[in-house]
């Protein structure tokens, strides 16, 4: 995903505001906001963006891959696995 330098971002949210499943706004919005920390290609990722994303989460903690226990992210409510970031560098 690091590579996708082009992505659409409004488009991106219009996908998931279609789909209304609040898990995949968790886990576009927390894999999008690590990019944007970690990623040339994302670091113009709008703020304002990652939080509307974010105001559709709900306070009840979910796992961002199904059943892999880490610690929580408060900002996305999920649990992480340890290695997560690990993996994503190799997408």
Same mark, same amino acid.
């Given at each position: 995903?690091?590579?996708?330098?082009?992505?659409?971002?409004?488009? +991106?949210?219009? +996908? $998931?505001?279609?789909?209304?499943? *609040?898990?995949?706004?968790?886990?576009?919005?927390y894999? +999008?906001?690590?990019?944007?920390?970690?990623?040339?290609?994302? *670091?113009?990722?709008?703020?304002? $963006?990652?939080?509307?994303i974010?105001? @559709?989460?709900?306070? @009840? !903690?979910?796992? $961002?891959?199904? *059943?892999?226990?880490? !610690? +929580?992210?408060?900002?996305?409510?999920?649990?992480? !696995? =340890? =290695?997560? *970031?690990?993996?994503?560098?190799?997408?």
């Amino acid at each position: 995903m690091e590579g996708l330098g082009d992505l659409n971002f409004q488009k +991106l949210v219009n +996908l $998931l505001l279609k789909r209304e499943k *609040e898990i995949l706004f968790r886990r576009a919005g927390y894999i +999008l906001e690590l990019l944007k920390n970690h990623s040339p290609f994302y *670091e113009h990722l709008n703020d304002h $963006l990652l939080n509307r994303i974010a105001e @559709t989460v709900s306070k @009840t !903690p979910r796992y $961002l891959v199904d *059943e892999e226990k880490g !610690p +929580l992210n408060d900002r996305w409510n999920l649990y992480v !696995p =340890d =290695d997560f *970031e690990e993996k994503l560098r190799g997408i």
